[in-house]
């Protein structure tokens, strides 16, 4: 052991940090240590302009954080560094060979502009590429199943089933009532001027299993189930779990992300008709506490919503369902390494589930139009 | 418990003291009555095989974990029983190395030994970049500087592990498993880190390893702890333990032999 190290517990490493300058000379005495040494840094640096010999005599010890101090203020003048004791050298030529070692090369200069435009526009074509890619193999691999639907692994279909549905029934439930809740007396009141608050749970009823079902039931399988694929899928990626799949001769797409995509696709028109009943049962909850019998909203809603629009919600559900979980396998399957990774898949897998999603459900209601639906 | 490999050394300056710790899980004991003292500047090896504890008794030793029984002195100081300024003066004045390196993935190295200097120094920005580039060049990784840990090899983890260890050079450093999983040429640069280290700098080690080359290149002193025993089976310099022990498992292990 060296003196050296004789720190902090004892009188020599208390003893506080100094120095004076004396002609050329500037003398360090003391604990130059990590706690003793940041006191003085910058005075000590300022008197060191012009000093061409380091006294160290008095120092009693020194750890690496007073050494870089020290050969700091001998820096600029190359000074001549005298007297130190032996252990004192031995710290203060460690720290020398250390800080002398080769720094990390410069970083290349950015790119210009369109250099960056151009970068930028690959990136994006080879994300699509890829994207377009999973989706063939999806495709792929669906077709395979569809003639073999043993490869089909089911006890992972039950137990994404099992939490992508049965687990969110809560939320659902929760959510729709208060959906239903705010439209009804959101409308209550513009409806009212017009003295057409019997049409409320029509005007409800309607919003709710043609569109707002399936997209509230979409943002929640996003936000719940697509994240969560995403973060599995990505933690594997990184694991080299699928790239051990891959070795063994089993499928990623077959094993991993099929019975998601059939789980996800299996549970949304559930999730959307929990969604729908819940919203009618809060509409009914405002609509009675506005005065209107349960039997006349009743009345009202076989009136006036068909099959044909709840089969639409439920239609696109599905689709919806599908798009969400594939973003999700593709978000983490695709994931790049390091820790960031597996939370940037979960960003990307939510923003890309719902912003699908939104545009899908475009894409539908100018089919439904279209179809006169 | 004593057992004829039990060769106890009074220690005259101690900065790590255990005494009689147990640490049991519901069911299940772990170890109990390990004692042992870490002298100044000693390299200390903890052994053992896999699932004796030893990480476990690590975690102890930092204060992670509270112990079932016993007493633990970091520096003289009951870590458990510090609070406010004392623990976070204490926590300033020793460094761990995890297993795995545990540098945090968003920053490059270089943050991640400047870190602990702009929590506990009044270091000027400059400086303590300066401080960590010498970290950095120390363990040997002054060109890697600017690489995010995801872009470095297991070794240089490592490595950047005791450099940011090492931020604010505390007297004392643990390290659990430095060279596991590593090639031999990595370890053993490694083990010669280490020695230099506490040569030059005189720090204190508290290792906990299985590796028997490193155990016997590095190793003042060392305590073996065994599953089965459910505690201490050895103590002292791991070559006299080597060539004359006499447990049964100290045997084996010193000798490489299937128990």
Not at chain 1, 117 to 140: C, D, K, N, S, Y
Not at chain 1, 324 to 348: E, H, K
Not at chain 2, 83 to 98: K, N, Q
Request: glycine share 12%.
């Amino acid at each position: 052991m060296s003196e050296a190290a004789v720190r902090e517990a004892t009188p020599l490493a208390t003893a506080e940090a100094r120095f004076e300058r004396e002609g050329d000379l500037l003398r360090f005495g003391g604990a130059l240590t990590t706690r003793q040494a940041p006191r003085i840094w910058a005075a000590a640096l300022r008197a060191a302009k012009g000093a061409r010999r380091i006294d160290l005599a008095s120092v009693t010890v020194l750890d690496t954080t007073g050494a870089t101090l020290v050969l700091h203020a001998a820096a600029p003048e190359d000074a001549v560094v005298e007297g130190a004791s032996a252990p004192v050298a031995a710290v203060l030529e460690r720290a020398r060979a250390a800080l002398s070692a080769p720094r990390p090369r410069a970083a290349p200069p950015p790119l210009p502009v369109v250099g960056r435009v151009g970068a930028w526009g690959v990136a994006g074509l080879r994300r699509a590429r890829a994207g377009i890619g999973f989706l063939g193999e999806t495709a792929a691999m669906a077709a395979a199943v569809l003639g073999h639907p043993r490869r089909l692994r089911f006890a992972d279909l039950l137990r994404h089933l099992d939490e992508a549905g049965l687990r969110a029934f809560p939320l659902t439930v929760l959510l729709g009532t208060l959906i239903g809740v705010i439209l009804a007396f959101q409308s209550s009141i513009p409806m009212r001027m017009f003295g057409a608050e019997i049409y409320i749970p029509p005007l409800v009823g309607i919003s709710l299993i043609r569109e707002l079902g399936p997209l509230i039931a979409a943002v929640i399988l996003s936000g719940r189930t697509g994240s969560a694929f995403a973060a599995e899928l990505g933690t594997m990626t990184v694991n080299e779990e699928v790239d051990a799949l891959r070795i063994m001769g089993v499928e990623p797409v077959a094993m991993l992300v099929l019975p998601r995509l059939l789980a996800a696709a299996l549970v949304m028109p559930v999730l959307t008709l929990l969604m729908n009943l819940s919203g009618l049962l809060g509409m009914t909850a405002v609509m009675y506490g506005l005065g209107f019998p349960t039997p006349l909203v009743v009345t009202q809603l076989e009136q006036w919503l068909t099959l044909g629009s709840l089969l639409g919600g439920l239609g696109k559900s599905v689709f919806f369902g599908i798009v969400i979980a594939g973003i999700g396998c593709r978000a983490g399957l695709l994931a790049g390494r390091g820790p960031r990774a597996v939370g940037d898949a979960a960003t990307s897998a939510v923003v890309g589930g719902i912003v699908s999603t939104v545009v899908l459900d475009g894409l539908f209601a100018i089919l439904f139009f279209r179809l006169n639906w | 418990m004593e057992t004829p490999d039990i060769h106890r050394t009074a220690v005259a300056d101690p900065v790590v003291e255990a005494e009689g710790l147990a640490m049991a899980f519901p069911g299940n004991t772990l170890f109990r009555d390990v004692s042992f003292q870490v002298g100044r500047g000693e390299v200390f090896v903890i052994l053992g095989g896999s699932g004796c504890g030893k990480s476990t008794l690590l975690k102890l030793l930092i204060g992670l974990h509270q112990p079932t029984a016993g007493q633990i002195r970091i520096l003289g100081e009951d870590l458990l029983g510090a609070g406010g300024r004392t623990r976070r003066d204490l926590l300033s004045r020793f460094g761990v190395m995890w297993q795995s390196g545990a540098l945090f993935g968003s920053m490059t190295l270089l943050e991640n030994v400047m870190l602990p200097l702009e929590e506990h120094t009044r270091l000027p920005p400059a400086a303590r970049e300066e401080v960590a580039r010498l970290k950095l060049g120390l363990v040997g990784l002054s060109e890697a500087a600017d690489r995010l840990p995801a872009e470095i090899s297991g070794g240089m983890a490592k490595r950047a592990g005791i450099a940011r260890a090492m931020a604010l050079d505390p007297p004392l450093l643990f390290l659990d498993e430095p060279s596991a999983g590593l090639d031999p040429i990595t370890s053993a640069g490694l083990d010669r880190l280490i020695q230099d280290l506490a040569r030059d700098l005189g720090t204190t080690f508290v290792v906990v390893t299985h590796e028997l080359q490193s155990i016997l290149a590095i190793g003042d002193r060392c305590i073996m702890l065994d599953k089965q025993a459910q505690g201490m089976i050895a103590e002292g310099d791991p070559r006299e333990l080597r060539d004359h022990g006499t447990h049964p498992t100290v045997r084996a292990f010193f000798r490489r032999e299937a128990a």
